[in-house]
């Protein structure tokens, strides 16, 4: 790669902050960059596509918890097809010395992820809100919150990403990020109120309810491992999205220098890897998800746990609920 004047600016028609001085950047620390995000962009797209369709191929899936996690999966999936193969590709532009395609790359990826993964912290809220009402309303939960309302509040986090994308493209110092960790900052808020306002609420279901109720047994168990998931998801976020803003705002406040562009790089890679995160956790979490899996790869029915009394269903069949009897299944097992 031919060397490049460290007085030089890169980009200087964008007003958007970015690193100007080429010197800052290590030819080291790019290569490994760019392979080790080529590595994660591969699993993280097939993971959250796989999640997608299972979600959107199962129709007993499509209510609004599960259209949230859908939504989540496609922030996601967005930036293992999109976010990560542009970073890659701007990085490789740079370190060929095609700057004029850098500088291209640069600003179509900042929109890329801008609009693409802004929502998470809006979705991820969203979550923690809509487990919250679970337990608070309980029988009423279903008909107070639809997907209607779901789809609204993610057109709502559609058009709040627009607005930060097109705020992060007229600032020209990185302090822009300080609004962004006081964002943060309301979000943890609200899911931490949340998560123990649903604790507390499962509490008092359980002393009230009186244990021979099984059924309400097992809705406040199936209850406390999704807040159990929840607080993994959020974990996950704060873990892989708290560094690079930190990096972000240390940088607005000392300067640029290699040191610190090396942390926002690696940071930066910290944060993509959420979303190999999530799927997986999920997946692994999510019972209903593995089983959608599982039909969406090739099985014929969905398996389930004998320890369990869900709803078994068999596509194109009836629902068999687990207390029919042994002639009944028999019978639904012959419907064509």
């Known amino acids: 790669m031919s060397k490049m004047n460290a007085s030089r600016e890169l980009c200087p028609g964008m007003t958007m902050s970015h690193n100007r001085n080429p010197a800052y950047f290590d030819p080291t620390t790019g290569v490994l960059i760019c392979i080790l995000n080529g590595l994660l962009a ?47 590709a701007r990085k490789v532009s740079f370190l060929l010395s095609s700057f004029e395609t850098y500088c291209f790359l640069l600003k179509t990826g900042n929109v890329a992820a801008h609009i693409i993964m802004c929502p998470s912290f809006f979705i991820v809220t969203a979550i923690s809100v809509d487990r919250y009402l679970a337990i608070k309303l309980q029988n009423r939960y279903h008909t107070s919150l639809t997907n209607i309302h779901i789809l609204e509040y993610l057109a709502f986090t559609m058009v ?14 990185p302090k822009y990020m300080s609004i962004a960790a006081a964002l943060l900052c309301i979000f943890l808020s609200i899911i931490v109120y949340c998560y123990s306002k649903s604790l507390k609420g499962l509490r008092a279901i359980q002393v ?23 607080v993994m998801i959020v974990t996950c976020l704060v873990f892989c999205y708290v560094p690079f803003v930190s990096v972000i705002i ?14 926002w790089e690696v ?26 899996c599982i039909a969406v790869l090739g099985k014929n029915n969905w398996l389930k746990d004998e320890h369990t009394e869900e709803t078994t269903y068999i ?20 419907e064509p």
């Open 42 to 88: 591969v699993p993280t797209t097939i993971l959250n596509f796989l999640l997608i369709v299972s979600i959107l191929s199962t129709p007993s899936l499509r209510k609004p918890s599960f259209v949230l996690i859908c939504a989540l999966a496609f922030t996601d999936f967005g930036v293992g097809i999109l976010v990560q193969p542009l970073y890659i």
């Open 160 to 173: 709040c990403a627009g607005c930060v994308t097109y705020s992060r493209f007229q600032t020209t110092s």
């Open 208 to 230: 009230q309810v009186p244990r021979r109720r099984q059924d309400w047994s097992k809705k406040c168990s199936r209850h406390q491992r999704v807040l159990q998931t929840l």
């Open 250 to 263: 240390t940088i607005a406040v000392y300067g640029r220098s290699k040191e610190f562009m090396i942390a």
């Open 267 to 292: 940071t930066l890679t910290l944060m993509y890897l959420n979303s190999f995160l999530n799927p997986i956790l999920h997946f692994l979490r999510v019972k209903e998800l593995q089983q959608a």
């Open 315 to 334: 596509p194109g069949a009836f629902t068999i609920m687990n207390h029919a009897t042994v002639d009944e299944r028999e019978f639904v097992s012959k």
